[in-house]
């Protein structure tokens, strides 16, 4: 059985200053549910929304095993999301997100050990899960050890560079190697990657530091042992 932080539900992020990372029960936009939330950022409290596992297809509106294993863990390789009117809630009103991964057989996010954390450096709010889009300005954080310190950046800004992949749209997509910032000595800050519904497919090469480069058309969330954790910020 999983261990709550808290057994009363949350129904504001102020509740949660000063707990720990770990699995609550929330109330939001009119739900209560069990999830787990990352504390450990200055920004606030990150609220796991889904989690990609199997080529289990997210793309509905309703709950995906509602409460179920995929909520005992920050990522772990089970399926599940919340229903669409708590993100909804959550993207409407932040204009930051971040993921981990885990079984990817790839080096994407230090194998597995660190955080990414994506910014909208324009301030407008996140868009909704659904609703494809290609970002003209954003920032994506590395936190290689998940220890709740971004140690790299880059500032990425529209290069009208040809998508790579061609799924559907769902989310976030991108193909870019211009901008600014603080990456490792020698790494690529070339880029592309397409969420979907089922499997988060990227080349993000120097988001797999230090564990090595992470390579070109790697599909995570499609297979039984992997799984994609996705979280919004709570504000």
Not at 129 to 149: A, F, L
Not at 172 to 186: E, I, K, M, Q, V
Not at 214 to 226: A, L
Request: charged residues 15%; aromatic residues 14%; hydrophobic residues 30%.
């Amino acid at each position: 059985m999983p261990i709550y932080c808290d057994s009363f539900p949350a129904s504001r992020p102020e509740s949660l200053e000063g707990m720990s990372t770990g699995k609550y029960s929330l109330s939001i936009a009119g739900h209560s549910f069990d999830t787990w939330v990352i504390t450990r950022y200055a920004e606030g409290p990150y609220v796991k929304i889904l989690q990609m596992n199997d080529d289990v297809d997210l793309s509905g509106t309703g709950w995906v095993n509602q409460n179920g294993t995929w909520a005992d863990g920050e990522v772990t390789a089970y399926s599940g999301k919340l229903h669409t009117d708590i993100i909804n809630s959550l993207t409407d009103n932040t204009n930051k997100f971040c993921f981990r991964v885990t079984g990817q057989g790839d080096a994407l996010n230090n194998n597995g050990a660190g955080t990414s954390g994506w910014i909208m450096n324009d301030n407008s709010a996140l868009a909704r899960w659904g609703t494809g889009n290609r970002p003209s300005s954003y920032k994506i954080q590395h936190d290689i050890t998940s220890d709740g310190t971004w140690d790299y950046y880059w500032d990425y800004t529209d290069d009208n560079r040809g998508d790579c992949y061609s799924d559907p749209r769902h989310w976030y997509h991108d193909h870019n190697y211009f901008g600014s910032g603080a990456l490792p000595s020698g790494a690529s800050e070339a880029i592309c990657y397409d969420w979907g519904t089922n499997e988060l497919q990227s080349n993000l090469h120097w988001l797999g530091y230090p564990a090595g480069s992470s390579g070109g058309n790697i599909q995570t969330g499609d297979g039984s042992g992997e799984g994609v954790a996705l979280f919004i910020l709570w504000t």
